[in-house]
């Protein structure tokens, strides 16, 4: 007889894998197939909570997906939750990029692939753009976020300054900022 | 480049990926290319790689290079270390502060790292495009001509085209970049 604490924590293991599995190309179709999991065939968590993980994820540093499932796994089976269900969202990807590395030098020797991924380069550069492109539309709420968006690009690109300064500069900002709106409300 | 380095090199890139796996592009491009060891070329085809296949962009991203800085266990210690500041940054917060996200010092300082996570990642496509779309020699020509001379034409009007196809029908990156490589190899 398997104990029940053993079981859940295979199960959070394989339903995370499975995310992981199936989230390509970024994480939006993660938060679907975690509601279907965690509040419709299980009654894990409501659904004003998981938003509200998913909200503390997206605020929190890291990869959202681990972050998420960190706290999913830690609600149901504390440190162990956690960490069965962070190893299962990242086991994918480790062993399909493992497979693919393994095999990509010999297949960049090739002429034709060589050209291929002349092309897949100009296809990343449109993705990027565009999803830049939404990201600048949902972000982009003050004057300040525009001069901070700018002057960020500004710095790295043709000030050559490293991006972790930055970041923390722009924290700081924001929370002097904060502050002072506080402070005079 | 020891383990330890690599390992550490990405425990700092998980803790400032913020707001998105978008946001782990510059910080990798400065750790990994800036520090010397990939060209922006391969780093980029990494990032394709990344998009097109399972999982967390960032955790593809660490996977991927360090197996090619440091092979199979180089690929898992650079996972584990991208992974380790949202692990025990979460179990934080799970444990102690459920009202994180809520709290005004740190909607503050996420609006201030979000604005500056944009023009970062606006940074990262910039040079992305440049050697795509930009590789061409200037042979020390000015304004106009300078340009002319710097673009590849036929990766511009590959730009230009699958641009506006993402404009009016934005579908899954994997679509993207399997119609480049074929598009590449056809007309590159």
Same mark, same amino acid.
């Given at each position: 007889m398997i104990p029940e604490v053993t079981r859940e924590l295979v199960l959070l293991y394989t339903m995370f894998f499975r995310i992981g599995l199936f989230s390509?190309?970024?994480?939006?179709v993660m938060l679907p197939m975690l509601r279907v999991e965690v509040?419709?065939?299980?009654?894990?968590?409501s659904v004003p909570e998981l938003l509200d993980y998913y909200a503390i994820s997206q605020a929190t540093p890291g990869i959202i997906s681990v972050n998420i499932a960190t706290h999913v796994g830690f609600k149901r089976r504390g440190v162990a939750g956690a960490l069965a269900a962070t190893a299962g969202v990242v086991m994918p990807s480790v062993i399909v990029i493992l497979l693919i590395a393994i095999f990509l030098p010999a297949l960049r020797a090739n002429v034709v692939v060589a050209r291929a991924f002349a092309g897949i380069r100009v296809a990343v550069a449109v993705l990027l753009t565009g999803m830049l492109g939404s990201l600048v539309r949902k972000g982009w709420n003050t004057a300040v976020d525009v001069v901070l968006t700018v002057a960020a690009f500004g710095l790295v690109v043709?000030?050559?300054?490293?991006p972790i300064p930055l970041i923390i500069g722009a924290g700081l900002v924001g929370y002097l900022l904060g502050r002072w709106r506080r402070h005079r409300a | 480049m020891t383990l330890y380095v690599l390992f550490f090199m990405f425990v700092q890139i998980g803790l400032f990926t913020? *707001? *998105? *796996?978008?946001? &782990?592009l510059p910080l990798l491009k400065e750790a990994a290319v800036d520090g010397g060891f990939l060209s922006l070329g391969e780093f980029i085809d990494m990032v394709a790689i990344s998009q097109s296949t399972p999982g967390p962009i960032g955790v593809n991203l660490a996977t991927i290079v360090g197996y090619r800085l440091e092979g199979i266990l180089g690929g898992v210690i650079a996972t584990v270390g991208i992974i380790a500041p949202s692990l025990l940054i979460s179990m934080v917060i799970a444990r102690w502060m459920r009202n994180y996200a809520d709290h005004p010092t740190v909607q503050s300082i996420m609006t201030g790292i979000r604005a500056c996570a944009l023009g970062l990642i606006a940074s990262a496509a910039w040079f992305i495009l440049r050697e795509a779309?930009? &590789? *061409?020699?200037?042979?020390g020509a000015t304004g106009l001509e300078w340009l002319v001379a710097l673009t590849d034409i036929r990766a511009l009007v590959l730009f230009v085209l699958m641009g506006a196809v993402y404009v009016f029908k934005p579908a899954w990156p994997v679509v993207y970049i399997v119609v480049g490589g074929v598009l590449g190899v056809l007309f590159l």
């Amino acid at each position: 007889m398997i104990p029940e604490v053993t079981r859940e924590l295979v199960l959070l293991y394989t339903m995370f894998f499975r995310i992981g599995l199936f989230s390509i190309g970024g994480g939006y179709v993660m938060l679907p197939m975690l509601r279907v999991e965690v509040t419709e065939k299980r009654d894990w968590l409501s659904v004003p909570e998981l938003l509200d993980y998913y909200a503390i994820s997206q605020a929190t540093p890291g990869i959202i997906s681990v972050n998420i499932a960190t706290h999913v796994g830690f609600k149901r089976r504390g440190v162990a939750g956690a960490l069965a269900a962070t190893a299962g969202v990242v086991m994918p990807s480790v062993i399909v990029i493992l497979l693919i590395a393994i095999f990509l030098p010999a297949l960049r020797a090739n002429v034709v692939v060589a050209r291929a991924f002349a092309g897949i380069r100009v296809a990343v550069a449109v993705l990027l753009t565009g999803m830049l492109g939404s990201l600048v539309r949902k972000g982009w709420n003050t004057a300040v976020d525009v001069v901070l968006t700018v002057a960020a690009f500004g710095l790295v690109v043709f000030g050559d300054v490293s991006p972790i300064p930055l970041i923390i500069g722009a924290g700081l900002v924001g929370y002097l900022l904060g502050r002072w709106r506080r402070h005079r409300a | 480049m020891t383990l330890y380095v690599l390992f550490f090199m990405f425990v700092q890139i998980g803790l400032f990926t913020i *707001g *998105g *796996g978008l946001a &782990t592009l510059p910080l990798l491009k400065e750790a990994a290319v800036d520090g010397g060891f990939l060209s922006l070329g391969e780093f980029i085809d990494m990032v394709a790689i990344s998009q097109s296949t399972p999982g967390p962009i960032g955790v593809n991203l660490a996977t991927i290079v360090g197996y090619r800085l440091e092979g199979i266990l180089g690929g898992v210690i650079a996972t584990v270390g991208i992974i380790a500041p949202s692990l025990l940054i979460s179990m934080v917060i799970a444990r102690w502060m459920r009202n994180y996200a809520d709290h005004p010092t740190v909607q503050s300082i996420m609006t201030g790292i979000r604005a500056c996570a944009l023009g970062l990642i606006a940074s990262a496509a910039w040079f992305i495009l440049r050697e795509a779309v930009f &590789t *061409g020699d200037s042979g020390g020509a000015t304004g106009l001509e300078w340009l002319v001379a710097l673009t590849d034409i036929r990766a511009l009007v590959l730009f230009v085209l699958m641009g506006a196809v993402y404009v009016f029908k934005p579908a899954w990156p994997v679509v993207y970049i399997v119609v480049g490589g074929v598009l590449g190899v056809l007309f590159l």
